[in-house]
């Protein structure tokens, strides 16, 4: 069974950092590209970066650019989206996701979701 399990949610005040984590099983995770979606209240779900498995690349949104990175750890099976310079816009439900193949380069729609991570950024 495919599992994807985030952690490190919770509340941070604006400019302040968060990392999350997403732990991956059930399936060969080198195979799979993996990213980070999320969903603010109100809003339709929105890719926000990934990352490439084949060669590390990674794609992300024109908003998250210079403050969020994603990295991933094979031997640990995880994936982690650091996040910086949070802002307001920023709260959200966040998910780790996973594509069927090596390659992300566009937040295309993933083959797989966590159950998700609440991101709250305070003023």
């Known amino acids: 069974e495919v599992q994807l399990v985030e952690s490190g949610g919770g509340l941070v005040q604006a400019g302040g950092s968060l990392r999350l984590s997403c732990a991956a099983s059930?399936?060969?995770?080198?195979?799979?590209?993996r990213g980070w979606f999320r969903q603010a209240p109100g809003k339709e779900r929105e890719g926000v970066i990934c990352?490439?498995?084949?060669?590390?690349?990674?794609y992300s949104a024109d908003s998250v650019k210079g403050r969020f990175t994603i990295s991933s750890d094979n031997a640990k099976n995880t994936v982690y989206l650091q996040m910086n310079s949070l802002k307001l816009e920023d709260t959200a439900v966040y998910y780790c996701?996973?594509?069927?193949?090596?390659?992300?380069?566009?937040?295309?729609?993933?083959?797989?979701w966590g159950q998700g991570t609440q991101v709250t950024v305070s003023s």
């Open positions: 996701a996973a594509y069927a193949g090596r390659v992300c380069d566009t937040l295309r729609w993933p083959d797989y």
């Open positions: 059930g399936f060969t995770f080198d195979d799979y590209a």
């Open positions: 990352i490439s498995s084949s060669d590390g690349s990674t």
